[in-house]
Structures are given as structure tokens and as C-alpha cells.
């Protein structure tokens, strides 16, 4: 744990626990620190590179045969801040050890296939770190709310969730799966914050507004979901998103928190170094034009 | 250009012209600059921002339908530095932004195609720059000097890399190919470096110094694949790297660069600001829990 900004466990205090609330979480709230926003920023630069660190040897160990790796779902309502999560915490990560997908409405081929299908497709290999933004989750959420699902189908795909992840865990995949919570009057004020700014327009979609007045309905289809799918294996967080510097240092704890679990080790080297070294001064001599 | 570090246009300088000769080249020079390691370092960190602003205006006027995106071509010898690239350079970029794509030897499936199979379904969508670390140059580089394939089928692939490179330009991909250039005794350094450092034991690979002692087959190989392939649409540049510092600010400038040829900008909203304004603005007493 950080020195100065933590004075609790993130990870633990954001943990879903047995008779877990969604209605009893307060999106402006910021537990485990007395922190502000400057501190809130120090603290995500300050741990930047125990996380890299942790990263790197987690892929590292993966070079000689272990399997472990992360896997980071991420969820939220629009306008919750999943882009500066990825922007500013996960691009803290090397690149060539973070898999990042953006999940979109299903293609006509997706929609084709079992929910599952695409999502399967974009697990994590062994030592790399995966982040979805958005996930399977949206099959259980804007389909149950908007009801583009039947209500049996959206039943079995809790089940079927419950199995794909206990697979993953057995080969290896730890699971961490993050709601970033805010309230509607922070999503309208960014909703308008985006319109009033020329270059944020890109970013604004007029279908947020649809979604936004089933805001009710979202709320008790993340309360299912997260009830029927958190387990030892793959457990959720849900992360006071309001203060945009609270959410990105509380997910940045959680990922090293989940990091530490998996404690990665450098590997043994699987060569004779005395004899790699001989075999290399062997060609000091080497000049180029000769 | 920065204001202190650069005293020339790195990307010009370092672009392969007429009559290139890469023996004429010095892997220890740093040309457009007078500065030295810690200069350099800082360049990196003052330029991130330039280079951030392009790449998000770049993925922005996709949304909007502009085609344009960035494919930039690493290649190199063993121990180069393409990871400290990836990890200094283009670690700065927003990962929803970037497409890293590290080739491996082609696995069986990918030998049972042309060589370009695995090369076009990695090629980077509108307002994407796509990296990739290590290409279908390998097919001309290690596949030449090895002898991986007969000579006719390595004479053929020139051709086919110029029209392929061709019809990605006509759609919309800006081709920057980037030689890192260093000496042999670099290399062997390098690889001494690893040998010496357990935590870095599991970078080490012993087939390199095989590699190495084909170095000047290497270098002809390099010759002919960039004096056949360079083209304004897809133009290769050979970067000095036995300085890494100089060989970072370098590509980061190059890349500046080439983003700045294609100019992106804010795209237009495609819909009415004051329409949805009054929208969002309709909904604001929503509350949760109601």
C-alpha cells in the first residue's frame, strides 16, 4: 500500500461482499482515502511503476511456460469514465503485455453465434494482461433492460457466465470484473460537459440519452448480475466513479492488488549462462563494413 | 520541432533518398541533434503531449468516417531496442489508439499462405496506428540470408511487397518503415547486459547470436530490401540506435511527423449541439434511487 494517499485496502473495501447493495454505494464517495484530486493523481504516478513492474515479470514468467494472467472487465453506464481508466491507469502498462478490446453491439456474425463466442476469442494468452471495455456483462444488462433478449435466455446466460469464467480461473485466468459507479446527475453533467466542448463532440453519443431514462432498470440489472456472478474466482468491484481521481486510483489499486495475488517471479533462465556468455564473447571481434 | 533538443529535422534526415548506401551509415551518429542522453529523455517527455494530441485527433475524424491511419514498420537486428521503441515511444500513445503486432517465425498455418496472409489481417483500421514489431520483411531479411525460401520466390516478394504497400496507401494507410541500426559490438554488449542480469535472463535468446554471425548477409539483405521497397507512399528511414536515447526521440519525431502529414483534425458533429443539449438537459432531475 501506497504511503500517504490509502488508509484502507481499495481492494478489500470494494470488494462484493455477501448481501451486497448497489443502492447502498455512494458514487460520490472515496473510501479508503482522505485524498483529494492532486493527491488522487501523485498516488496514480507514484504506483505507475510498481504496476509495471508487477506486469513485467508477470510476462516474463509466462516466456518459460507459466500461464498465468489478468483479465479486467470493465462496466458502466456511459459517460462513467471507462475511457480514462484505460487512458490513464492501463496505459501505464507496456504494450506488448496489455490486450485491450472495446466490445461493440454485436455484428450480424456475432449475433449468429452464442453470446459467448466473441468474448472467448479475446481471452488473454498466458503473461498478458486483457482489459474489455464492456464485455459479456452487456448480454445480461442492456439486453435485459432493453429486452432484446428473452427473459429465459437472459436466465441461462447467468449459468453460462458462472461456467465460462470457472473454466477461465482453471487455466489460469485470474478474473476481475469492475463496475465504475456513477450517479445521473454526474452522467448529465458530462453528457453536457462533452456538448459544450468542440473537441469532446466526437465522443458524445445521442443514444446515451435513450439509455440514460432506463437509468432505474440498469441499476437493478448490474444488482442481478453482479449478485449471480461474483465468486472467489471472479469477483467484482464496485468503484466510486463520481470523482474522477478516486476511480482511477482505486482501479489502479485493485489491478496491483489482483497482481500481487498471482505473484509473478522471474523466471529461471532455461540456458547455461557461463556457456551463453562464452559463446557470445566468441564473436567480439565481429566488425561491420569488415 | 522542440525548441532545444532538435537542431535539425530528424525525419528528414534520417529518410532514405537516392543512392542510399547503409554503410555510409553510422549506428553511433545522432544526426539533428547536439544533445546527449539526458537531453534526449526529456525530449521524449516534452513531445508526448504533441504526439497524444495528433493520435487522438487522428482516431476522433474516424469516428466520423475519415479513412486515414498510421502503419509504422519496425525492424531490426537482435537487441536493437524495437522493445525500449514500443515501450518509451509508443507506450505514449492511448491504447484504444494503437495496434501492436509483434510477428513471430510464421506458425504452419501461416506458411500454408502467401507470405502476405498473416501481414493483411493485421493491418491497422481508419484512425489506428498500427505497430508492427517485426513485418513481412522478415520474409526478405531472414528468409534471404537463411535461405528459407529459393531466390525466385525471394525476388518475387519485392514485387508483391511494392503493390501491396501500394493498395494500402491508395486506402487511406500512411507506411513508415524504420531500420534501427546498430554495430555489431553494440549488439554483443547488449547481449553480454542480458547474460549479467538475472532479470533480464528471460530476454536473452540463444538463436541470436546464431543470427549475429550473419551479420553482413544481414546488412546486404537490408540494402537491397530498402533501396527495392522505399516509395513516398510507403518510405523507409534508418535511425542510428547504438545511442537509445537518440534512437527514441528520433522515432517519436519521425512519427510526429508523418501524423502531422496527415493532418487530422476535429471531426464535425454529425448531429444538432443545441437539439441535444435541450435533451440531456430535459432529464436532469433523474434521480437514483428515485
Known amino acids: 500500500m501506497a504511503q500517504t494517499f490509502w488508509t484502507g485496502e481499495a481492494a478489500e473495501l470494494l470488494r462484493v461482499g455477501p448481501g451486497f447493495r448497489l443502492q447502498d454505494v455512494d458514487p460520490a464517495a472515496t473510501p479508503g482515502t482522505d485524498g483529494g484530486k492532486r493527491d488522487g493523481a501523485a498516488e496514480l504516478a507514484r504506483s505507475a511503476q510498481q504496476l509495471r513492474g508487477l506486469q513485467e515479470k508477470l510476462f516474463a514468467q509466462s516466456r518459460l511456460g507459466a500461464r498465468e494472467r489478468l483479465l479486467v472487465v470493465l462496466q458502466a453506464m456511459d459517460a462513467a469514465g471507462k475511457g480514462g481508466i484505460v487512458n490513464h491507469v492501463f496505459s501505464q502498462l507496456e504494450p506488448y503485455g496489455l490486450a485491450l478490446t472495446a466490445f461493440k453491439p454485436p455484428t450480424e456474425e456475432e449475433r449468429a453465434h452464442d453470446f ?121 468491484f464496485v468503484v466510486p466513479a463520481n470523482a474522477k481521481w478516486y476511480a482511477r486510483a482505486a482501479v489502479q489499486r485493485i489491478v496491483i492488488s489482483e497482481l500481487q495475488r498471482i505473484d509473478p517471479r522471474w523466471p529461471e533462465p532455461d540456458f547455461d549462462v557461463a556457456a551463453e556468455r562464452a559463446r557470445v564473447a566468441g564473436t567480439l571481434e565481429l566488425r561491420w563494413p569488415a
Chains 1, 2 share one sequence.
Do not use: C
Open 116 to 236: 459467448l463466442w466473441r468474448i472467448e476469442s479475446r481471452v488473454p494468452g498466458p503473461g498478458v494482461i486483457g482489459l474489455f471495455d464492456r464485455s459479456h456483462y452487456e448480454d445480461v444488462l442492456i439486453q435485459r433492460v432493453r429486452g432484446f433478449a428473452p427473459s429465459d435466455e437472459i436466465e441461462r446466460r447467468y449459468g453460462a457466465i458462472l461456467d465460462f469464467e470457472r473454466r477461465l480461473a482453471d487455466d489460469g485466468v485470474r478474473i476481475v470484473k469492475i463496475m465504475l459507479h456513477i450517479s445521473p446527475q454526474e452522467q448529465a453533467e458530462r453528457l453536457l460537459a462533452r456538448l459544450d466542448d468542440p473537441e469532446k463532440h466526437w465522443k458524445y453519443n445521442a443514444g446515451d440519452v435513450e439509455e440514460r431514462v432506463h437509468w432505474a432498470s440498469y441499476m437493478e440489472a448490474f444488482q442481478i448480475a453482479i449478485e449471480r456472478t461474483t465468486a472467489d474466482h471472479a469477483p467484482w
